[in-house]
């Protein structure tokens, strides 16, 4: 069964860094679009960063731009990881987030950003304090 499982969430203090990984496992996806979405509590889930199937294509959303670094890498055994390195960290990135992944190309990522996408993992939370 195909599956996106989030890991490295946790407390920091603001200015400090966080190194979120997302494993995707049960099918090959290696031709999928990738990407982390979050949610704070009393708030609709946002965009935070895309990348392409290829690696060649990178998105993020203008609130994080500059801080956050998305990244992925396939193994010997073709599992995908997606990491998302979080620097300069903000009391307002507090949320829970979800990494998701979309069938398609570099072309269609705006699909992904807008959270058209076929899995989605359980999410992992972050939590920065001021």
């Known amino acids: 069964q195909a599956q996106l499982v989030e890991s490295g969430g946790g407390l920091v203090q603001a200015g400090g860094s966080l190194r979120l990984s997302c494993v995707a496992s049960?099918?090959?996806?290696?031709?999928?679009?990738m990407g982390w979405f979050r949610q704070a509590p009393g708030k609709e889930r946002e965009f935070v960063a895309a990348i392409s199937w290829s690696g060649g294509s990178t998105e993020y959303a203008d609130s994080v731009k500059g801080r956050f670094t998305i990244s992925r890498n396939i193994n010997a055994k073709s599992t995908v990881t997606v990491y998302l390195q979080m620097n300069s960290l903000k009391p307002e990135d507090t949320a829970n987030y979800y990494c998701?992944?979309?069938?398609?190309?570099?072309?269609?990522?705006?699909?992904?950003?807008?959270?058209?996408?076929?899995?989605w993992g359980q999410g992992t939370q972050v939590t920065v304090s001021s």
């Open positions: 049960g099918r090959t996806f290696s031709g999928y679009n």
């Open positions: 998701a992944a979309d069938a398609g190309t570099a072309a269609t990522i705006w699909r992904l950003r807008q959270g058209e996408c076929d899995y």
